[in-house]
Each structure stands twice: as C-alpha cells, then as structure tokens.
C-alpha cells in the first residue's frame, strides 16, 4: 500500500540462532505457500550469497536481490525495499548465519528498518527449551520477535510442548522432518538446475508448512519512505559489449552485477564454456564469473575451442575480469577432490587444488583507484602460483563489540588484460571502479 510519503507492507526477516537451522528451507516454505495462495512475493537475502537466492528465485517466481548493511549500503537496501513493497504483498528476507552474527548482523538489518523477526528453530532435540532461546534470541539486541518458526518438528503434541513454552511468543509454523531435503555440497544447498525434483520438494514444504494465520494477520505492517530515484550513472561502458560466462559451471553471478553493467551502458552478451562456444565475435571485455569448475573440470579441460578462444582474447589485449571459478578456469591445472589434474586455459601460471576444508570466508574490499569496491570469498579451493599480487583484499575482522580491524584478504593478479581474484565483487558498490576493470588499460599506465 502506497500512502503520500510512505509505502506499507507486510514483511518478515527470517533468522535463527545459527547456520543449518532451516532458514533456507522455511523461507522457501513460506514463499511458495503464499504464493499458492495468490500473494505476490518478493523475497531478499542478508548478506553475500548465490546458491540460497536460486532456491529462494525457484519457491516465490521473483528474481532475489541482496541485502546487506555493509555490502549493499543502508541507502541502497531502503530503496530496494521500497521498490519491492510497491510491487509485492509480503516482503521475507532470509538473515545470515545466526540472529547476531557479524557485524553488521541480520539484527543490525531488522532493526534498521524496523522489519518483524521471525526465528527457526531447530526443534529435533529438544521441547521446552525452545522458549528459553526464543526469549533469548528477542530480548539479548532486543529485536521485534515475531515469533518462531520450529522445524524438525516430530508430531502435534511435541509442537503443543514447544508452543507452551513460548510464553508471550507466537510459534508462528512449524515444519516436520523431511523426507526429502534440499540437498548440499562444499559451497551449500545444490543448485536448482540441477534438481529434478525441486518444484515438487518445494511443494512439499509449502504443504507440510502449519501456518498460525491469526499470528500472521496480527503483523502490524513495515513502514518504508518512499525512496528517491537512483542518480543515474555515468555512461562509462557505452557501446562497448561485454560477454559473460553463464553455464553450470559459471553461475555466480549477483543480478545487481549485470543490472550495473547495463546501467554503465554496456550491453551484455552470455556464452557458455562448457558447451564449447569461444568468446563471442565483438566482445570487448569479458566477465568470468565463479561457480563449480571443479565439478565439470573433465568438460573444460575438452573444451579446446573455448580454451584458445579466451587464450586469443587476451593476446589481443581484451579485458577480461575473472572471479575465483573464473579464475580457477584459467590456471594451469585445476586438481578435483580425487586427485585428478586437469588442463584450464593457461592464461595465470600456476595450479589449483581442491581440498576438503574451507580456504576463504567472508566479506571483503578490494583497493581501487576509484576507492574500495566490496564483496566476499567463499572457497575450498587454493592456487599456488609465482604471480606477485599488485593487491590484496583488506577483510574487517571485529575483535570486540565496537572494535574492528583490517586484515589482509585475498590476492589480486594482473597478467596483461586479465585481472583474476577469487574476491567476489558487489559492482553496484562502486560502479566507476568495475568500469575501469572493464576498458583497456592505456599504454605504460599504472596498474
């Protein structure tokens, strides 16, 4: 609802006490209900993420854009959430990592726009107790606790107990033990397009999902200022095109990237290296995104016509900007979890290896001369390489409440035209510094 200087909407952000509660699963549970049921959804996700916006994209039928105090801006999300409210009925935000974590947090986000919270709880193991976390995940901030969400929930009486112990909370749904589950690998849940099954698992959840409408009808709704109009950005990319990788194997890619992209005047086209296709003819820049080279490095290292193609794009001096899988692909050698070494195109001297544990996590920015552009790291893979860095990633690490500190965080690599890191970087945050990314580097200029 749109009033003269305010638009109204329902809207929850939905958190838990820490990962592997069933955020994802109850947000896409809730999505696909209502939808069902005729609202229109929009939903959002807190913090750096591509994997849970597919899945969360699949359950409501709308693209899933970030939210993040910290990545996206506090300006920016009040846009973006106005905008949604002016087109949806229900606006969820699924938080990150636990109801406090980081800093910003999910709480931080909840608080800044005054949004209902709407905690998961890991209802398997235990009964009564759940109020004692619901009333600490409320009171510890405070946050406006809308109520709880309990999953993994065995029958009707063990939801009556956890409800009873809620007090003065509302136990908002509950969700049972699934059967099926939204299934996980190194980097998170599996990605829909490779789920057969998805639209029935999500019609699962959406079923099994108990819904306390009374509790739901008593949401007071959020109120948002109606937001200005984004200043337009300078045509810094203008007529130039820009091919981006965009297959199973490149499929990290944040829709305000390409949104950016285009609203810096370039045009966009996609080509897919895992069937083969070589940079597209005209092209004069080109993105690699990350996502799962690891996992199709038999179909790379066979793909010959797209290894020269990007090969003769960069003897040609094409600017190409490469993020962790988008750089893995062009290394040497990419080694898989089974020991197996694999040709990439052999544009970065070095090789990458896989490994079972993490090797980078969390939020960072990378120095640029048009100032810090933000993202994140999220990998398990290494490079070893004899490419001196001309810059790292500086991560903000909080040491206490209201201390933090700058850390060293990824390398960054210059070789030629190509400019590879396995940063992730959020372009709207600084769009001019992703332009000059993107356009040839004159003659004996500094890089």
Known sequence: MRETDQITVKALLVTAVASGQGKTS?????????????????????????IDPMILERASGAAVQSLDLWLVGTDACRRLLAEAATEADVILIEGVMGLYDGAPSSADLARAFGIPVLAVIDASAMAQTAGALAQGLRDYGPVALAGIAANRIASSAHAAMVAASLRDIALLATLP????????????????????????????????????????????????????????????????????????????????????????GAKLCFFS?????????????????????????????AARHWRSSIRAAHAAGVPILAECGGMMALADTLSDLDGACWPMAAILPGSVS?????????????????????GHTFHYSTLTTSVPPVAHTLKQTTIGADVRAEVRGEACYRIGSLTASYFHAYFPSNPQAVAALLLPVAPNAPT
């Open 26 to 50: 109850v947000t896409a549970a809730l999505a696909r209900k209502l939808v069902r049921q005729g609202q229109r959804v929009r939903v959002f996700k807190c913090g750096p993420d591509f």
């Open 177 to 264: 033990g699934q059967a099926i589950s939204l299934p996980e690998r190194h980097l998170g849940l599996v990605v829909p397009g490779e789920l057969s099954m998805i639209d029935s698992v999500l019609d699962t959840l959406a079923e099994q999902l108990v819904f306390n409408s009374a509790a739901w009808q008593a949401l007071p709704p959020v109120r948002l200022p109606v937001p200005a109009a984004a200043a337009a950005l300078p045509p810094l990319l203008a007529g130039r095109t820009i091919a981006v990788a965009r297959d199973a194997a490149f499929l990290f890619i944040y829709p305000a990237n390409l949104a950016t992209l285009q609203a810096l």
């Open 273 to 301: 290296p895992l069937a083969n296709d070589g940079v597209p003819d005209g092209a004069d820049a080109v993105y690699l995104p990350g996502g799962y080279p690891e996992l199709h490095a038999a179909t790379l290292a």
């Open 354 to 374: 896989m490994q079972t544990r993490l090797a980078g996590l969390g939020s960072q920015a990378l120095p640029t001369a048009q100032g810090p552009l933000r």
